[in-house]
């Protein structure tokens, strides 16, 4: 895969070629054909640095990088340095000192990793930034909708939630009209923005005429911690099932019982309701069994990107 880059922050950040590469990549990772080891020479290091709550990413993380064969460091941010006062920069540059080659980092802070694109302290995976982006979570999404043989060109998916305050749908909203799918993104007005943002990207606030028109869905959580006291956003907690949480009588009266993603964490009766995560129809298990594969695809492609300029302080490269 030509020109990977070293700092994987955002969808943008890859050319429609990267990303066929990856899906191609990680059906095989999928499909057992690279069990060999893909690094035979010199065994990376991989960092995960979670500065802010996960459960599936950083395990997925964890376990892709184990399935590579690398060498895994859990970098615990808690009892690092980091609450002593260093810098984001200087805490990379000192584990890239170490012999870490690659970092996924999830920062509670948007942008927080554009700063290390021109000046790459060690290669970084944005494993989520703040309302930002969650690039791979996006790329998983795609896989899984192909693994389960969603054709996208000429499809309508709708996202459902609280879209402002989500990473994971700024980057589906990047990725999935690149592959021709049409978005609605649908929530009360203060979860969708007042103009559409992203080409082929709509925005409603009605949603049984969202779930009429969509071939799928894909359902967000209330990012209730982005929320910062809103009033305008905590009115709607109280109301949110009714209005827009998706259920089985909801899709059954509508005659569209159609998939249904979640990248999770779910809140059920909230968003989502138990009977859904029950049923055939959830796809939110499909998501994390994919998530290996293409976060295994995503590690190799930057681990073999043979990028020199990293760590690199006044001319000089702090190691070999
Ligand atoms: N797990 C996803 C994220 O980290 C979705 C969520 O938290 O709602 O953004």
């Known amino acids: 895969m030509n020109n990977f880059p070293s700092v994987f922050e955002a969808i943008n950040d890859l050319s429609k070629d990267q990303i066929e590469g990856l899906l191609i990549l990680a059906r095989k990772f999928k499909e057992r054909d690279h069990d060999k080891p893909q690094f035979p020479n010199k065994l990376p290091i991989v960092a995960n640095s979670f500065l802010e709550n996960s459960t599936r990413t950083k395990n997925s993380f964890a376990i892709a990088i184990k399935r590579l ?41 948007s942008n927080q990793l554009s700063e290390f694109k021109n000046n790459t302290p060690v290669k970084i995976i944005n494993g989520g930034d703040g309302t930002n982006q969650h ?12 693994e389960i043989g969603i054709e ?26 690149q592959f021709g799918c049409n978005i609605i993104l649908c929530g009360p007005s203060d979860y969708v923005p007042k103009t559409p943002e992203y080409e082929g990207v ?10 009429k028109r969509s071939d799928f869905l894909y359902t967000l959580r209330i990012q209730k911690e982005r929320h910062a006291g809103s009033t305008e956003a905590a009115k709607h907690y109280d109301t949110y099932h009714d209005k827009y949480g998706i259920s089985r009588d909801k899709l059954k009266a509508w005659n569209k019982e159609v998939p249904v993603f979640h990248p999770g964490p779910a809140n059920i009766g909230v968003e989502i309701s138990s009977d859904i995560i029950k049923s055939s129809l959830y796809k939110g298990y499909d998501q994390v069994v994919n998530s290996i594969y293409m976060r295994m695809a995503i590690i190799t492609a930057i681990l073999s990107n043979n990028d020199k300029n990293i760590g690199i302080i006044d001319g000089t490269r702090i190691r070999d």
């Open 69 to 109: 064969g690398c060498h895994y460091l859990d970098f615990n941010t808690e009892t690092s340095s980091l609450n002593k006062g260093e810098s984001l920069e200087e805490t990379l540059l000192t584990l890239y000192a170490q012999g870490v080659d690659l970092c996924i980092i999830r920062t509670s802070v």
């Open 135 to 146: 690039p791979t979570q996006a790329l998983l999404d795609l896989f899984t909708m192909q």
């Open 152 to 177: 996208l060109e000429g499809k309508t998916m709708a996202i459902i939630g609280d879209c402002i305050h989500s990473r994971v749908g700024h980057s589906l909203c990047e990725l999935l009209p």
């Open 202 to 211: 709509e925005i409603s606030n009605d949603l049984e005429s969202t779930v």
